[in-house]
C-alpha cells in the first residue's frame, strides 16, 4: 500500500483499517436488531405490534449530524416486524420523513424496549427508575 513517503508495511490483499472499521459500523444495527429481538424472544413478547424507544437519531454523538445514521435501517428493521418506533434526539430537528421527539419521557412512554444509539451526553444522566416508571416495565 502506498502512502505519503513509502509503503505501508499493511498485509497485502487485506482490508485497511478504515474498510475494516466502516464494515463494522454498518454492521452494528443488524446486530441491534438482532439483540432486539433476542430480547423480546426471551421474555416471549412479539415483535409485532412492539414498541421500540430509540434514542438518538444522529451519526454523531452531541451533535445534529445525521449523516448515514445507523438509526435508520434499525428502525426500518423494527418496523419491517411490525413494532412501532419512536424516536428521541435533543439535537437533531428535522430529518426528512421521521417524527423526533425532544420530550425524552414522551418517547419512553409505555416502550417494550429502549435502544441507545449515539452517546448523547444527556442519555448518561437517565434514571433506571424514571425509566421503569414512565415504560411501565422492569429492565432486563
Known sequence: MKVLGGTLDYPPGKDSWFVLARTINDFMPRHMFTLTMS????????MQGAKIALLSWAFIANSDDARNTP??????????????????????????????????????????????????????????????????????
Request: hydrophobic fraction near 35%; include cysteine; charged fraction near 20%.
Open 39 to 46: 430480547g423480546f424472544a426471551r421474555v416471549n413478547k412479539p
Open 71 to 140: 438509526s435508520e435501517f434499525f428502525r426500518t428493521l423494527c418496523m419491517d416486524k411490525g413494532s412501532t418506533v419512536t424516536v428521541h434526539d435533543p439535537y437533531v430537528v428535522t430529518p426528512s420523513d421521521v417524527n423526533i421527539s425532544s420530550n425524552h419521557d414522551e418517547t419512553l412512554m409505555g416502550a417494550d424496549a429502549v435502544v441507545i444509539f449515539t452517546a448523547h451526553r444527556i442519555y448518561r444522566s437517565l434514571d433506571p427508575g424514571t425509566g421503569k416508571a414512565l415504560t411501565g416495565r422492569t429492565p432486563r
